[in-house]
């Protein structure tokens, strides 16, 4: 996976990625702390509070559903989720997220502009990767606002900037767990502020690897979070 060898026996790696886990902390929950990590570096980078703003989160991935929770640990007002997939949305719903919205049924812009009375949300974090999200993102936000880019894409994606510069809108980007927010996940975990475990959707023992990946790339069983346990 990595010029270190992500399926070597032994990899490289620095001490400074090490983390101990407290004793309340299982295997379950270490799986999806850098999942947490990337949420908390993007929530820092874009201010690092939300408490009494209303969030929109694209996307009820691994990254989206961890920073739903996050949201609402930080005193978000209400947190609107935007997804594809009822299965998903409604486990969103169960870790948090006030409203949901499926975009194969409903514009999600018009409803997160019907949920905030037509202002727009303070923050719109972008975590589906979808090529319609940016530009949904840019018509979703309040003026004034800030959208928080954590997705990446498989090819150039539009985005009306005349639009967001209008509204006087800031933009970010976060690229992983950066600025020690994995140690602070931990401490999350630890302290029982993150349900982590029921993001698991798949486990697989090594030998069966290659079905992992096989389930993981074709999306077979709607995979969220796939797990191989040595």
Do not use: W
Not at 126 to 146: H, I, N, T
Request: with cysteine.
């Amino acid at each position: 996976m990595t010029v270190n060898g992500g399926f070597a026996q032994y990899a490289l790696h620095h001490v400074g990625a090490l983390y101990r886990l407290p004793d309340r902390v299982g295997a379950d929950d270490a799986v999806l702390l850098t999942t947490a990590g990337t949420g908390l570096y993007g929530l820092e980078t874009a201010g690092g509070y939300v408490a009494g703003q209303d969030v929109v989160v694209f996307g009820p991935g691994a990254v989206g559903l961890m920073t739903v929770q996050l949201c609402k640990r930080m005193g978000a007002a209400r947190v609107i989720l935007v997804g594809t997939r009822e299965s998903r949305l409604r486990l969103g719903r169960d870790l948090g997220a006030d409203h949901t919205v499926d975009a194969t049924e409903t514009d999600p812009v018009r409803a997160v502009l019907d949920l905030t009375s037509g202002q727009g949300a303070d923050l719109v974090i972008e975590a589906s990767g979808g090529l319609d999200a940016p530009d949904q993102c840019g018509r979703a936000v309040r003026r004034g606002g800030k959208i928080l880019f954590l997705a990446f894409y498989p090819e150039p994606v539009r985005l009306d900037l005349s639009g967001v510069i209008r509204k006087d809108v800031t933009l970010y980007t976060a690229r992983g767990e950066g600025g020690g927010n994995v140690r602070r996940g931990v401490a999350l975990a630890a302290a029982g502020m993150l349900r982590c475990g029921e993001l698991i959707t798949h486990r697989f023992a090594l030998e069966d690897i290659g079905e992992a990946f096989r389930v993981l790339r074709e999306r077979a069983g709607e995979p969220l979070k796939v797990v191989v346990v040595p």
